[in-house]
């Protein structure tokens, strides 16, 4: 792990939600509209479903692999999310970061403390549902769990809501544009910061 500590974390952005709290479709509104920043595309053990795309949403492996590529370190964060795995490569941040790009990580509240504790100065963005019973119905509208499943996972969820407050934003999203109008706000706050640091720094002559 020691290369993470080469990484820019300042151009790294975590986006972390319960199931069912609209992080997906947030970030893929996100990154339609603004090249420089890049999803990190997350590896997984979870069957694929109709509409997702290998390598788009997902890079689909069987779990003898996961634990391989595990073993060798090779993820900066993973977890048992509902029986599936799901990993961050180091590597594809690493080449994402080297390529100019801002990499944005979308992950559970478990993979944002442990990115947290290696990235002290990544962003980690929290988003909120407006309250239980309409992350209820949003889990009911997707049509991708059963009843025992969404009673499950909206359980879950109002365990996860406790860890928010170790993210450095919250947002609430009731308006998905408004949400998204937040969303950017933040980013671009923390990359004009960035750039003026920088500017700073470099500005500064070099000691003799």
């Known amino acids: 792990m020691n290369n993470i500590k080469s990484l820019n974390s300042s151009n790294i952005f975590i986006i972390s939600a319960p199931s069912g709290a609209g992080k997906t479709t947030l970030v893929k509104s996100l990154c339609s509209n603004w090249a420089f920043i890049k999803p990190s595309i997350s590896f997984t053990t979870r069957k694929k479903r109709p509409t997702e795309r290998e390598g788009i949403d997902y890079y689909f492996i069987s779990e003898e692999e996961f634990k391989q590529k595990a073993e060798k370190g090779e993820f900066v964060e993973y977890q048992n999310v509902y029986g599936n795995f799901y990993g961050t490569s180091l590597e594809l941040i690493t080449n994402d970061i080297k390529s100019g790009f801002d990499v944005l990580l979308e992950i559970d509240y478990k993979g944002m403390l442990d990115v947290k504790k290696k990235l002290s100065e990544a962003t980690a963005i929290y988003i909120l549902p407006p309250n239980m ?24 969820s109002k365990t996860e809501l406790q860890f928010s407050k170790s993210a450095d934003y919250t947002i609430i999203n009731e308006d998905f544009d408004k949400a998204v109008k937040q969303l950017k706000r933040i980013i671009i706050s923390k990359k004009l910061s960035s750039v003026l640091l920088s500017e700073w720094a470099d500005s500064i002559p070099n000691a003799q």
């Open 133 to 156: 019973e309409i992350l209820k119905r949003r889990l009911e509208k997707r049509g991708e769990n059963d009843l025992n499943e969404i009673t499950e996972r909206v359980e879950s």
